[in-house]
């Protein structure tokens, strides 16, 4: 969504949507965006939760302020600040998640083996252009949701 983060995550008519503050104070952009697709999902009041608070799927906010989420085998690190910390060695996740234009070195993700790497709708359009030219130098696989749409992953 433009200017925002948000992941959901759907069992059955249950939600779990885990987003930014800018998406919660900004009522008409979670209509448009969100709230017809979890209805179509027969899914009235989904959970609501902001990235770093506790919620219901596994997630542990690490030393340099950045989150790991995991829900059902799946492995996400939303980065929305410089990444301070690297594994040891490969490190397997499913997504990483570039947010809020976060200052990151291309190969700092080295080490780090994703299905994509993920630009998304919080990110400034240079910022985006930008990190898709830089990725692309180290062969790493790039999602922009603002040109792609949302990342449905069906379990």
């Known amino acids: ?53 506790p919620v219901a799927i596994a997630g542990k906010t690490l030393p340099d302020g950045n989150q790991l989420l995991v829900w059902q085998g799946k492995k996400i690190l939303y980065l929305h600040k410089p990444l301070k910390l690297q594994p040891v060695s490969t490190l397997e996740l499913d997504y990483i998640i570039l947010a809020q234009n976060v200052r990151l070195k291309p190969e700092a993700l080295q080490p780090f083996k994703a299905k994509a790497i993920v630009l998304d709708g919080s990110n400034k359009p240079w910022y985006i252009k930008r990190m898709k030219q830089e990725l692309a130098k180290y062969n790493l696989p790039v999602y922009d949701v603002t040109t792609e749409g949302a990342i449905v992953e069906e379990l």
């Open 1 to 53: 969504m433009r200017g925002s983060s948000a992941l959901g995550f759907i069992a059955k008519q249950q939600a779990i949507l885990v987003t930014d503050s800018t998406l919660l104070a900004d009522r008409q952009n979670y209509s448009f965006n969100i709230q017809n697709h979890l209805w179509e999902a027969g899914i009235t009041v989904p959970a609501l939760h902001l990235f770093g608070d």
